[in-house]
């Protein structure tokens, strides 16, 4: 399956790299964002083999609504690979907290994402 970028929205940013999508949430990623950002998520995500990398780095709120987004993405994908990048510490600490962590540990870079070896998810921390 080809998979087209959608238009520019507000709160996301979508590009291909290396063969992976890179999904860049901006902003303050709040319910009003998730519901904006769902679809394209489900797109990116549809094929199960998909390679999808979450940007966390340009966004400056992130709620409950954000976690649903991120735990939708990692449950969507059965053979494909999900990699988060996230660095801001407050952001990592909610995910800590609600244990997203073990699922999808975070790498301090899209670069380090991108040339990740073949699992699932990052780092171990």
Known sequence: MRYDPPPLTRH???RRDRGHTVLEFHGEIDIAAAAEIEPHLDL???E???QVVIDLTHIEFFDLSGL???YRARHR???GRLHLV???PLTLR???ITGLTRLLP???SVEAALTAPGSRSGPVQ
């Open 68 to 70: 649903r987004l991120l």
């Open 44 to 46: 990116a995500t549809a």
């Open 106 to 108: 975070p790498w301090p």
């Open 77 to 79: 994908l059965t053979d």
């Open 12 to 14: 996301l940013r979508v």
């Open 48 to 50: 199960p083999d998909a």
């Open 86 to 88: 996230c660095t801001h």
């Open 94 to 96: 909610m995910l800590r």
